[in-house]
């Protein structure tokens, strides 16, 4: 009987969080709401068997530990921007010259300045929730995604299927505009400062230790596609579909038949998008046929069949007083205006970086400039044109220096490259960027290890380059300003820690040019360890897809330098992974699974769709959730769908579940 009430009032309380908080249509009010979860409340705690992760009381799940990856079941990808009517027309021309006697219709939405997220479910229930990364590997913030009372822990059933027992969607974190006062005046009398837009402040609360204090933040989520799980004609057959299952979607969503049509819907909303309690930047206008998708493929960063057109950026005017250089990790001398400071779409802009040498001449930039600052998106203030006219005649002409501002060492030009660097590996800005670098959230990601104490480590001497960092004792940090004994602890814990980080992390730390999170990933997918890595041959990397010429030249560059290669020992003899972590002999895979890239299409008996997933993974394998001419196996289970034909159509090899299973075992 307990068992039994308890059932039925976690649905109850489902369906009217569904109410209050996706559809705003509350059917109780507030104490009645109340009232429910305190009975509920109450016979979990007295059958403590009976709670689930997903009942309504577990939304706040206590301490969460940021920096774990897991690979999404498809690339998350970003889209390719654009500003012009005119740019719109080229994408429907490029569209229409790829598909030519289709029928082309377009989904438009407005583009929510958010963060982005993936929302796993098994058999109806919310399993895990991922930040975007780097469209590979996405953050785990299970935690506090179920604090979002918008994001049902639970799906709604379909009547006229059966809900998927894998299903990813994605979707778009928010805070609404109207709720950021109330957030920082938080933060403020908390002594914190406080959140310069609604997209910092949704990123900021999403990425908190503590889902307690996520639930006080207003954060909610617009669902902008069924990314996995159910095999669609057109994506707004998913929208739909999404609704059914319970989620919330921008009702601002419209299918176009033509560009004029998604143009004018453009317009309409350029004039009034700032009425919205949403922040958002523009349209993103996607090919409505799943089919159409993926015969038109992906970019490496970006689909083909889906563009942004933002809204005109917010502009200023200021002035700038001093123009300073700075050093980057790979030597790069980076000029940046400081500004008489100006706010900008709700931010306090004080510094715009001016890019290069080439780009100060050519707007001709000077010291005491009136300029007009743009933030791009309301995101990236830049220095859009000169006020000319009101220069006074003290204004200074900027000259590049000759040497670094860091090391006193001549800088090197080059006519293969607009950037103008110093070579000096010894350089003391380089030598902090490349520790900053290596601790950032995306790297090592060691908590505790910010700016100041890495500078303050370098002027003491305790540290020269990210290996020293694990020799540090907790004795030696207590000399250093704002540490005490826990402090001090807390910190070489972290640095102890970070050692078990994947090996992709630790060769994106290492801040080798041109290599970001996904061509490390690539890399330590394809080569397995960082040894082989470092004794590759420029025609062995450049094999691998997504990997260019430059990034495979600057590899084999940056392990031939002999202090380097000694940086990667001493990180070796410290204990960090250098071989990304396989159940199995890689060895004996090759042939089948090392390297290669499935997909998964329609219903598994033997395992799930995620299961599968893992295992070829694990086996050195790769999963795409669309077909194209890169695949190598389509695994085709029951009513496999248009992927099955379209694997047909490219000659591509097609496996059954019981085939599948085979190679598996074999293994």
Request: net charge negative; proline share 3%.
């Amino acid at each position: 009987m307990t068992e039994d009430q308890v059932r039925i009032l976690r649905d109850e309380l489902h369906y009217h969080e569904h109410k209050y908080y996706v559809e705003n249509q509350p059917e109780i009010s507030d104490v009645e709401f109340d009232m429910l979860m305190k009975v509920l409340e109450k016979l979990e705690k007295e059958n403590p068997s009976l709670i689930t992760p997903n009942s309504p009381t577990q939304r706040v799940g206590g301490q969460m530990v940021l920096g774990e990856r897991i690979r999404h079941h498809g690339l998350m990808l970003s889209l390719e921007n654009t500003y012009t009517s005119e740019e719109l027309y080229d994408f429907d021309r490029r569209i229409r010259k790829t598909l030519p006697d289709q029928e082309i219709k377009y989904v438009v939405e407005l583009k929510v300045d958010g963060l982005g997220v993936a929302l796993n479910y098994e058999d109806g229930y919310l399993s895990y929730g991922l930040t975007r990364g780097d469209g590979d590997f996405g953050e785990d913030v299970t935690a506090n995604v179920r604090t979002i009372k918008s994001i049902p822990l639970k799906l709604k059933q379909l009547n006229y299927m059966s809900v998927p027992s894998i299903l990813e969607v994605r979707g778009e974190v928010f805070i609404p505009k109207s709720q950021l006062g109330k957030v920082n005046e938080l933060r403020i009398n908390a002594g914190e400062s406080p959140f310069a837009n609604t997209r910092n402040a949704a990123a900021g609360s999403l990425r908190l230790l503590d889902s307690n204090i996520v639930t006080q933040r207003p954060l909610d989520i617009f669902i902008y596609r069924l990314s996995y799980g159910v095999d669609l004609e057109t994506h707004d057959q998913g929208l739909k579909m999404l609704v059914d299952l319970g989620f919330k979607v921008n009702e601002m969503a419209n299918v176009y038949s033509s560009m004029e049509e998604v143009i004018q819907y453009y317009y309409e909303w350029r004039d009034q998008y700032k009425n919205l309690d949403y922040d958002t930047d523009g349209i993103v206008v996607k090919v409505n046929n799943i089919n159409h998708q993926e015969l038109l493929g992906v970019r490496t960063k970006s689909p083909r069949w889906a563009i942004c057109c933002k809204f005109p950026a917010s502009q200023a005017t200021t002035r700038i007083n001093q123009i300073e250089i700075q050093v980057g990790r790979t030597g790069v001398l980076t000029p940046v205006a400081t500004l008489d400071p100006v706010e900008i779409a709700g931010a306090r802009i004080k510094n715009a970086t001016l890019h290069n040498e080439q780009e100060i001449t050519r707007k001709d930039i000077r010291v005491g400039d009136w300029i007009v600052l743009e933030r791009s998106g309301d995101v990236i203030p830049k220095v859009v044109s000169v006020l000319a006219e009101k220069r006074s005649g003290w204004e200074k002409v900027f000259r590049f220096p000759n040497t670094c501002p860091s090391c006193g060492e001549q800088v090197q030009r080059s006519e293969q490259e607009t950037a103008i660097r110093c070579i000096n590996v010894e350089c003391p800005d380089q030598r902090k960027r490349r520790i900053e670098h290596f601790v950032s959230r995306n790297a090592l990601n060691i908590e505790g290890l910010g700016k100041q104490t890495v500078k303050q480590l370098i002027e003491v001497g305790l540290v020269s380059n990210i290996a020293d960092l694990y020799h540090l004792q907790k004795d030696d940090l207590l000399v250093l300003e704002g540490f005490g004994d826990q402090s001090a602890e807390n910190l070489i814990s972290a640095i102890a820690s970070s050692k078990q980080k994947p090996a992709s992390r630790v060769l994106f730390g290492l801040g080798i040019l041109h290599v970001g999170q996904s061509a490390a990933d690539l890399l330590i997918d394809y080569f397995v360890s960082i040894g082989a890595i470092s004794v590759a041959e420029v025609g062995q990397i450049g094999t691998i897809h997504g990997i260019g010429s430059r990034t495979a030249e600057s590899v084999v560059d940056f392990f031939a330098q002999p202090d380097n290669r000694e940086l990667f020992d001493q990180l070796k003899l410290a204990g960090l992974r250098m071989r990304a972590e396989a159940p199995v002999d890689l060895g004996q895979v090759e042939g089948s699974f090392l390297g290669k890239t499935f997909v998964l299409t329609g219903t598994l008996i033997g395992m799930t769709r995620s299961m599968a997933s893992e295992r070829i993974k694990l086996m050195g394998g790769k999963v795409s959730s669309n077909v194209s001419k890169n695949t190598d196996f389509l695994v085709g289970g029951e009513n496999a769908g248009n992927k099955k034909n379209q694997a047909i159509a490219l000659g591509i090899q097609i496996l059954t579940e019981d085939t599948f299973l085979e190679m598996i075992d074999s293994v």
